[in-house]
């Protein structure tokens, strides 16, 4: 059963202190009924170099992939931002969140983080969509389609990575910091929320 619970495949960015990176995320969901306040949960392992970036900028962007942009998941989940620029040549613009927004893919939602729980390996962060809007009119890609259509040295890889987290994970997932979440001193806390009155192309 929980290998069942896959979200569209997304690139999650970040930017802090003119710092940026992307990651790829299976794992997003909706989290607010309420059409003027969309709010949406992901989980990013604390390991990961975005973790560093939202956790202290309190923002991200979901950027959700289409089926041709396989090449993404290679560039994005099987690299570390720490070894390079992810986004150095990929076309993107600052989001009014500042979290990097990428011009080619299906859709994307730019959100300010409201909360977030330890999950002891991982957080939670719970984000407010600020903007978001549909790039194409073709359809996102899924996790079990894009697995079926990369090389198989992609998924040797990526087998290969999810086999290390879950050793690191098994070791942390108990050490949970119940503490609540506090935002940064250096989080920007200027930024709007979405604009019901200008709901026209967005998400």
Same mark, same amino acid.
């Given at each position: ?9 997304? $690139? ?5 202190q ?18 003027e306040?969309p ?9 990961n170099?975005s ?6 900028s ?6 959700f ?6 090449q ?11 070894d ?26 730019d ?9 002891g ?5 719970l ?6 809007g549909?790039?194409?009119e ?14 198989? $040295? ?23 910091d119940?503490t609540?979440?506090?935002?940064s001193k250096?989080t920007?806390?200027g ?5 019901? $009155?200008n709901?026209?192309?967005?998400a």
């Amino acid at each position: 059963m929980m290998g069942q619970l896959w979200s569209p495949i997304v $690139a999650v960015t970040s930017q802090w202190q003119g710092k940026t990176n992307a990651q790829i995320a299976v794992s997003v969901g909706a989290a607010s009924v309420v059409p003027e306040k969309p709010r949406v949960v992901i989980q990013i392992y604390k390991a990961n170099y975005s973790w560093e970036l939202i956790q202290h900028s309190g923002a991200l962007a979901l950027n959700f992939l289409r089926p041709d942009q396989l090449q993404l998941i290679k560039d994005f989940g099987l690299v570390s931002g720490l070894d390079g620029d992810k986004l150095s040549e990929v076309a993107h613009r600052s989001g009014l969140t500042g979290s990097p927004i990428l011009q080619n893919c299906w859709g994307y939602l730019d959100c300010r983080v409201i909360n977030a729980m330890d999950g002891g390996d991982m957080t939670c962060f719970l984000g407010e969509v600020v903007d978001g809007g549909t790039v194409s009119e073709s359809e996102p890609l899924w996790w079990p389609e894009a697995r079926r259509m990369i090389p198989a $040295a992609w998924n040797q890889e990526w087998d290969a990575k999810i086999a290390e987290q879950i050793q690191k994970s098994t070791h942390l997932m108990d050490q949970i910091d119940y503490t609540p979440w506090n935002p940064s001193k250096e989080t920007d806390q200027g930024i709007p929320a979405m604009d019901p $009155a200008n709901e026209t192309g967005r998400a």
